[in-house]
C-alpha cells in the first residue's frame, strides 16, 4: 500500500488525527491541509487551503484570504477555484518534488471542478512518496451539495478519483468512534513501513 485515505463523517477527527501522527513522529511533510476559518463566535465563515510544512512549525502562518477557496456569503458557501487552480496546484508540484510524505487533507470535494487541479492531482497521486490524506465521504459530499451557491454535481469525478487511489494501490479507510485507534494503529504502520 502506498496511499492511506481516511473518509468518515464530519468532525469525527480524520484531520486531527493525521496531523497527530504526522506530529508525534514528526515527519516531514508537503502537500496541504485544509484550515477551517472561523469570526468572533467560532462560527465557520470560511475554509482555507494551507501549507502541510506549516504542521511541524510551532506557529502557523496568519490567513491569508486569497487562499480562502470557500467563504460564507447570505449563508451559503461560494467557492473560488482560482485558489486550486494556482496555489494548489503549486502546493502539489512541490509535493512531487520533495520526496517527503504527502498530505492531501482534503481531497473529494469542489476541487474536482478544477482541470488544472486535478491533472496536478493525478500526476501527485502516480508518485512513489507515500500519501496519506483525507477523502470527502459521501455523506459530508452530500451535505456539502446543500449548503452551495453554486451547482455542484462532481458524482463521476468522485467515481474516477476513487478508482485512480485504488490503482496506485491505495485504501480508503472509514474513520469511527468505534476503529479509531486501530486505523491510528494503521497509519503509524504505514508510516514507519
Do not use: W
Not at 53 to 63: F, G, V
Not at 106 to 130: A, C, D, H, R, W
Not at 137 to 157: A, G, V
Amino acid at each position: 500500500m502506498k496511499q492511506l485515505f481516511l473518509e468518515g463523517d464530519k468532525f469525527i477527527g480524520k484531520s486531527t488525527l493525521l496531523q497527530t501522527v504526522l506530529k508525534e513522529m514528526a515527519l516531514p511533510v508537503s502537500g496541504f491541509y485544509v484550515e477551517r476559518r472561523r469570526d468572533e463566535q467560532k462560527r465557520i465563515i470560511g475554509f482555507e487551503l494551507k501549507p502541510a510544512s506549516e504542521l511541524l512549525l510551532s506557529e502557523k502562518s496568519s490567513a491569508v484570504a486569497d487562499h480562502c477557496f470557500i467563504q460564507m456569503k447570505q449563508g451559503k458557501r461560494s467557492r473560488n477555484l482560482t485558489v486550486f487552480e494556482t496555489y494548489g496546484c503549486s502546493l502539489l508540484q512541490e509535493a512531487r518534488r520533495s520526496k517527503q510524505v504527502i498530505l492531501l487533507d482534503e481531497i473529494g470535494g469542489v476541487e474536482l471542478l478544477s482541470k488544472s487541479f486535478m491533472k496536478e492531482l493525478y500526476l501527485t497521486l502516480n508518485q512513489p512518496q507515500k500519501i496519506i490524506g483525507v477523502f470527502k465521504s459521501d455523506k459530508n459530499y452530500q451535505r456539502q451539495k446543500q449548503h452551495t451557491l453554486e451547482s455542484l454535481d462532481i458524482d463521476e469525478q468522485r467515481e474516477t478519483l476513487k478508482e485512480a487511489i485504488n490503482v496506485a494501490d491505495g485504501q480508503i479507510r472509514t474513520l469511527t468512534e468505534q476503529n479509531h485507534q486501530m486505523v491510528e494503529a494503521e497509519l503509524r504502520h504505514f508510516l514507519t513501513s
